[in-house]
Structure formats: structure tokens, C-alpha cells
């Protein structure tokens, strides 16, 4: 059956899906909030009282100095290290974070979201994102109250800045592909006016790709602001008119990235997913044969491997969500159809430049280009609506709503997929399907919207 009831985040305070996030300077965006938030994270990463390091790093956004300075205080005020890389991915917090052996890592950014917001993560000193129980602790120490009380003088910590920070990533990534040569490929990359402006042409440039750059002037106010992961079709133009062999649009802290193909056609984290997880099978480097992906993954994605004899495992949604699945059953491959891909082999987390690199080195590989590679998938049609509820009963106890999705499943049968499920951040019930026939998953949804409009709808 699927639908799924997303309780986990309906009693925090503070962290979502992907930490926190929220409008600057409105609760829990704010200086006090933010700066007592570094104690509450000291305090719970310190409990044994010994002195430990924080690496920070942040996007392009005006209010990152803000913020920047807050944490920085909450975390020296209670006997923290830190250590400034800049403007840098979020994945390379992560990447420099378990470099320097440092005990945590955070990253001042909102994603994909506008600069009107910003946000909060934190990875432990492996690079990995915090778990469930941990952000949860980390909360009761904020909202119990934290006080620095016993601290003196030579209790503080020490403000350090990391001047090869950008060095240091830009040759992790370029490993990744063990520096082959791109040299005859030309690149259309938006950067998003985002973390990676400096770093991801650097890349492409050094591995001797032709780069035509778009979005890259930073003010601090325009990330994302159409243009990115969430635009595509901003750089299709451009792939086209300068005759690229592919276009590369990434979100504002550089985590997650959208292709464009030679045509100016859009390839998703579901197509980037079964363009690697076939080559890795045929060149005999897919773990498990496996590949780790959430609940919104389209279902052609899932079928289009079950032929190739590859499996799909499916996780709730949430990058983090797919890692953990990834570390505990050794998988290597994972990711969202949002475009937050994980290998596993070079990175604890998503990295729109990594993954770029490991699509340019297939087709290079191959001698295919992007738009033959990405036709292993058929995409499914999909309709997604939500509906206002006034309360969030399970599912199961909901007996209208009950029988017509099992109704609508009978009838799609193994040509189609219901998927329904309470969203986390506000006070709604999400339906998706997937069919073959788009007017009549159209209808299908309507029928259980409907039927959860009459049960608690608002």
C-alpha cells in the first residue's frame, strides 16, 4: 500500500526535512535563535568537556554574515574551535569538515529557496547529516535553556579562517572522475548566483572542458532568483545556441543539479540516476546491484531498471533519508528525482559537481551523447494535489479515504502507483499518482482528494 503518514517532523520545533530553515529575521531565522543555537549544539557535541572544532561554511546569501557571526559566538562561547572556509558547497562542508577531523560541520543556506530565507545544517565530524534522534536532542537543549555559566576566559574558543578551503575541494571533486581529460565537451553551467560561482567553473575549466558560465554574479539578494536546479530551461536556450553538448543548472548551496541535453531538454535526478546505475552495472561497480531512491522517484525510473536487473529501494523523502539506507546496506548509488544524487564512494552527501563530472565522464566513456543516454528511462505522467485537512488522522483510520485508494490502485494495477501522504511543514495531505493515461490518473486523484476533503478536509 502506498501511502505514508509523515509524523516525524510534527512535534519539532526547529528541524525539518533538511535542518532548519525559515524567512530571515522571523523565528526561528534570527540572530538570538541562532547564536543560542550554536551553544545548544556545543553543549550536546562537548559533553565530555573537551575542546573540539566546528567547520562553518555558507551560500551567497546577504544574511549568511549574520548568521555566520551568531553561530560562531553561540559555538566559542562554550569552548568551540572554529574554523571559516566562505562561500563554499554544501557538500564541501561536508568533504573539509571530515578532512580536518573536525568534530561538526555547518552550512548557512536555504538550498533552492529565495534569499528572503536562509537556513541551518549540520553534518557530524564524518560529514554526515545529523539523525532524527540527534536534531531532536540538540532542540531540548535549546528550548530547556542553555547557560554558560562555570565558562571562564580560557574556556572560550579560538575564530580560525581556512584560506585553501577551495583548493582542497576543487581536487576532491576532480578525483572523482580521477582528473580525465573533458576536453572536447562544451558545458553550459548555470551556478545560481550561488555557493559553487567560484568553484564549479574552476572545475570544468581544470579537466579541460570549453564552459560557457551563466548566473555567477553574486549580490547577495539574486540566488536562485530564476535561474538554477529549478529553472532548466534558462540555460536550454543557451545550450542550443552555442551548440553545447550539455547543460548544467545547479541550486543555490550546489547540492543538487538538473542536466539539460544537447536538444535543451530537461534530465531530472531520476534520469541521472538510471544513466549511472546502468553504467555501473555493465562496467561491474554497482553495489548490490542496487540503487537507493525515496518515494517520489518516478515509477518508469523503477521500471526501466527492473529490467536491467537492477533494484530500486525506497526511502522517505529527504536526502539524508537515502544515505542512511545507502551506509547501512552498503550501497553506492542514491538520490532524489529533485536532483540530489549520492555516490556513495566519494561523498557522504549530494554534490550537483560531483555528479555533473560522473554524467560527463559516462558520455565520454560511451561516446554517447546526453539526450541517447537518458532515453534508458520513460517517465510515467504524474499529477500531484494537495488538500487543506484540519487534522492529520492516520490514514489507515480514515475508512472512505481507505477504500478508494485501494480502489484506484486495483484499477491502475502494475501500470500505475498512488502515493498519499501528510506533509511535514504545513497542514496538508499530498496525493500523487502515476499511470499510463494521463487523463485517467487526472480523475483518480481527484477521487481521493475528494474522498479526504469529505472525511478532514478544512
Known sequence: ??????????????????????????????????????????????????????????????????FENALTAGLCSFGVDV????????????????????????????????????????????????????????????????SSEGFNSKCLGKVFRVEDARGRYIEFVKNSIRNNRLTGTKVVLDCAHGAAYKVAPLILRELGADVVVCNNSPDGLNINSECGSQYPYVIAEAVVRENADLGIALDGDAD?????????????????????????KDTGLLSNDTVVATIMSNLGFEKSLKEKNINVVRTDVGDRYVIEVMKKNGHKLGGEQSGHIVFSEFSTTGDGTLTALQVMNI?????????????????????????????????????????????????????????????????????MIEGIDEIQIKKYADMICDAIEKEIGT
Open 83 to 146: 574554523f571559516l572556509i566562505g562561500t563554499m558547497p554544501t557538500p564541501a562542508i561536508a568533504h573539509i569538515t571530515k578532512s580536518f577531523a573536525a568534530d561538526l560541520g555547518i552550512v548557512i543556506s536555504a538550498s533552492h529557496n529565495s534569499s528572503d530565507d536562509n537556513g541551518i545544517k549540520i553534518f557530524d565530524g564524518n560529514g554526515y547529516k545529523l539523525p532524527d534522534e540527534v536534531e531532536l536532542e540538540i532542540e531540548k537543549i535549546l528550548f530547556k535553556g542553555v
Open 1 to 66: 500500500m502506498n501511502y505514508f503518514q509523515e509524523t516525524r517532523y510534527l512535534n519539532r520545533q526547529l528541524f525539518g526535512t533538511d535542518g532548519i530553515r525559515g524567512k530571515v529575521n522571523k523565528y526561528p531565522m534570527t540572530a538570538q535563535t541562532v547564536l543560542t543555537l550554536g551553544q545548544s549544539v556545543a553543549k550536546y557535541f562537548n559533553k565530555e568537556g573537551k575542546r573540539i572544532k566546528a567547520v562553518i561554511g555558507k551560500d551567497t546569501r546577504l544574511s549568511g554574515y549574520l
Open 256 to 280: 543538487r543539479v538538473i542536466l539539460v541535453d544537447e536538444t535543451g531538454a530537461s534530465v531530472d535526478g531520476d534520469h541521472i540516476m538510471a544513466i549511472a546505475a546502468i553504467f555501473l
Open 363 to 431: 558520455m565520454k566513456h560511451t561516446g554517447k551523447k546526453l539526450s541517447k543516454l537518458k532515453e534508458c528511462m520513460r517517465t510515467y505522467p504524474q499529477v500531484l494535489k494537495n488538500v487543506k485537512v484540519k487534522e492529520k488522522r492516520p490514514i489507515d483510520d480514515l475508512k472512505n479515504v481507505l477504500e478508494t485508494i485501494k480502489r484506484v490502485e486495483e484499477e491502475l494495477g502494475d501500470d500505475g502507483r498512488t502515493l498519499v501522504r501528510y506533509s511535514g511543514t504545513e497542514q496538508k495531505c499530498r496525493v
